[in-house]
Nanobody
């Protein structure tokens, strides 16, 4: 079956950096919009960033604009580079992908397993 496998995350001090990775298993990501989302206990999952299939269009949540960067290695692994991390960035981060038209939303078809990011001193 088609799967997204995540890696990265962990514990980092405020102001630090982390890089998350997401790799497809059993398929390639050509024609896929890909993105990152995050969720904290008791709250709904929220959009962080997305990038189009041809990498020509990106979107960022206001809360991460200028600090996070989404990138992709063609149809293979894609990444979320997180800089100047803040305690409020603490969440479970999920990667996602969809082969429909550009849709940076919770309606994406494929999801990674999630990885914990904790920002604390």
């Amino acid at each position: 079956q088609s799967r997204l496998v995540q890696s990265g995350g962990g514990l980092v001090q405020p102001g630090g950096s982390l890089k998350l990775s997401c790799a497809p298993s059993g398929f390639f990501l050509n024609y896929y919009t890909i993105g990152w989302f995050r969720q904290v206990p008791g709250k709904e999952r929220e959009e962080v960033s997305c990038i189009s299939a041809n990498a020509g269009h990106t979107t960022y949540a206001d809360s991460v604009e200028g600090r996070f960067t989404i990138s992709r290695d063609g149809a293979k692994t894609f990444y979320l580079t997180m800089n100047d991390l803040r305690p409020e960035d603490t969440a479970i981060y999920y990667c996602a992908a969809t082969n429909s038209s550009y849709d940076c939303s919770l309606s994406m078809k494929l999801w990674g397993q999630g990885t914990q990011v904790t920002v604390s001193s």
